[in-house]
């Protein structure tokens, strides 16, 4: 399974930006969860946003009310839209996706920058 990523940059503090993911490969969207992780300089990578194949949804607290993550199954992609950004919004933002019932797999995008000036 691989992921590609597109949607980063560079944004002043209080705007908004999209990240769109897709997936391609051996991919069964049926069972299984598409999200958005981000890490920080000198921090731990952290989930922001997850979304099952049944639309259930799974948010960070710090994001809750700004993000907004949804999927289309048919294309195989993911998309996190990223409102009212902060400083500490900074990160590169990683997308995955993850079966845990057989055909398994838990695959990674190479990774986005967004940078959020104040």
């Known amino acids: 399974v691989q992921l590609v990523e597109s949607g980063g940059g560079l944004v002043q503090a209080g705007g908004s930006l999209r990240l769109s993911c897709t997936a391609s490969g051996s991919i069964i969207s049926s069972s299984n969860v598409m999200g958005w992780y981000r890490q920080a300089p000198g921090k731990q990578r952290e989930l922001v946003a997850s979304i099952s194949s049944g639309g259930s949804t799974t948010y960070a607290d710090s994001v809750k009310g700004r993000f907004t993550i949804s999927r289309d199954n048919a294309k195989n992609m993911v998309s996190l839209l990223m409102n009212s950004l902060k400083a500490e919004d900074t990160a590169v933002y990683y997308c995955?996706?993850?079966?845990?019932?057989?055909?398994?797999?838990?695959?990674w995008g190479q990774g986005t920058q967004v940078t959020v000036s104040s």
């Open positions: 995955n996706t993850k079966r845990t019932s057989w055909p398994r797999y838990d695959s």
